[in-house]
């Protein structure tokens, strides 16, 4: 009894999820917004942790100034590098022109 109940419920369900019509354009929204809400984040995760390479890099520097065998300046040096690229990665849709524009980013129209 249970096994027929299980087959008539399954066959119910599939019946009123087939009745509606999702075209192309609609599955596309569904899928882009998930992305979009997923980029602003990658996108403000970059801009502070650019930031906080940065302010590690000055305060590295300051140590190296102190001791300069305990920190090398490549360190430093790095840390500048990496800090760079991450505060411009998000304005990488300005540079290339494609991609998530920062407007739709940051709620901007």
């Given at each position: 009894?249970?096994?027929?109940l299980?087959?008539?419920?399954?066959?119910?369900s599939s019946?009123?999820?087939a009745?509606q019509?999702?075209?192309f354009?609609?599955?596309a929204?569904?899928?882009?917004?998930p992305?979009d809400?997923?980029?602003g984040?990658?996108?403000?995760a970059?801009?502070?942790?650019?930031?906080?390479c940065?302010?590690?890099?000055?305060?590295?520097?300051?140590e190296?100034r102190?001791?300069?065998?305990?920190i090398?300046i490549?360190?430093?040096?790095w840390l500048?590098?990496?800090g760079l690229?991450l505060?411009i990665?998000p304005?990488?849709?300005?540079?290339t022109?494609?991609?998530?524009?920062l407007s739709?980013?940051?709620?901007?129209?």
């Amino acid at each position: 009894m249970n096994i027929i109940l299980f087959f008539f419920f399954s066959l119910l369900s599939s019946e009123i999820l087939a009745k509606q019509a999702i075209s192309f354009g609609s599955m596309a929204a569904n899928i882009t917004e998930p992305i979009d809400i997923v980029a602003g984040f990658v996108s403000v995760a970059c801009l502070l942790l650019g930031v906080c390479c940065l302010f590690a890099s000055l305060v590295k520097y300051l140590e190296h100034r102190r001791s300069p065998l305990f920190i090398p300046i490549s360190t430093v040096l790095w840390l500048v590098i990496i800090g760079l690229l991450l505060l411009i990665l998000p304005f990488a849709y300005v540079i290339t022109g494609n991609g998530v524009p920062l407007s739709a980013l940051w709620g901007g129209s």
